[in-house]
């Protein structure tokens, strides 16, 4: 098993490009989630995903969107990157909510 | 929604002495407590967790504690030793439509050899 795999692990982007965090998991979890990690500040929640077709807000859910169409995957899409938006990202699964957290490898984003 | 709060943000000490981190949270209906321990640049993994039908408990040199009438939860590292140190997060979550997890700000633990 993989666990959780994210990609990138770093980009830098300008203000106003666009561009997509891919996240898989290979564990069969229900359950995946888009966490921000601002210095300090601990992780928030950006979205979150009960199931395949099935996506709510976060804590944090302004200038992101996401989409579930498979178990597996559960990918993050930026639009209009804002200097605010640079962060460490961790996507993560479970697989009942009320079980352990896997995470992936974090994307670090800068956007100048 | 849940609010978690984590004691103290940085913590320093020596080599073979206790660490204790301590949270609160905001809504009684939350029921599962994991604690998570991020070394610098790695991912945030599990160390421990403990569920609201449970009081305390013990794994190795670590041990959680819940006090559900006031609300907070503890984290007791024993006998720390250099590899200890790292970035600690308390986090809560209760059985509701999505789960979430709410996490602290995290506890930068150091320990001096």
């Known amino acids: 098993n993989a666990g959780v795999t994210q990609t990138p692990k770093f980009r830098i982007l300008k203000i106003g490009q666009s561009m997509t965090l891919q996240c898989t998991q290979d564990?069969?979890?229900?359950?995946m989630y888009w966490y921000r990690q601002d210095p300090g500040m601990g992780l928030k929640l950006i979205y979150y995903?009960?199931?395949?077709?099935?996506?709510d807000k976060g804590e944090v859910p302004n200038g992101y969107n996401v989409s579930r169409s498979t178990t597996e995957d559960f990918p993050l899409r930026l639009e209009l990157a804002a200097p605010s938006q640079t962060s460490v990202y961790f996507c993560?699964?479970?697989?009942?909510?009320?079980?352990?957290?896997?995470f992936g490898s974090g994307t670090q984003l800068s956007v100048l | 929604g849940e609010n978690v709060e984590q004691h103290p943000s940085t913590l320093s000490v020596q080599e073979g002495d206790s660490a204790v981190i301590k949270c609160t949270y905001s809504?009684?209906?939350?029921?599962?407590f994991p604690w998570y321990k991020q070394e610098l640049g790695k991912r945030p993994q599990l160390i421990i967790d403990?569920?609201?039908?449970?009081g305390e408990k013990k794994d190795q040199r670590i041990a959680v504690t819940l006090n559900k009438t006031a609300k907070h939860f503890s984290l007791h590292i024993t006998e720390t030793q250099p590899e200890d140190s790292a970035v600690y997060f308390c986090?809560?979550?209760?059985?509701?439509?999505?789960?979430?997890?709410?996490f602290g700000t995290g506890t930068s633990l150091t320990v001096i050899p």
């Open positions: 403990i569920r609201s039908n449970v």
């Open positions: 995903s009960v199931g395949a077709g099935i996506t």
């Open positions: 993560a699964s479970s697989y009942s909510g009320l079980e352990k957290l896997f």
């Open positions: 564990m069969n979890h229900n359950y």
């Open positions: 809504d009684s209906a939350s029921n599962y």
């Open positions: 986090a809560a979550s209760m059985e509701d439509t999505g789960n979430q997890f709410y």
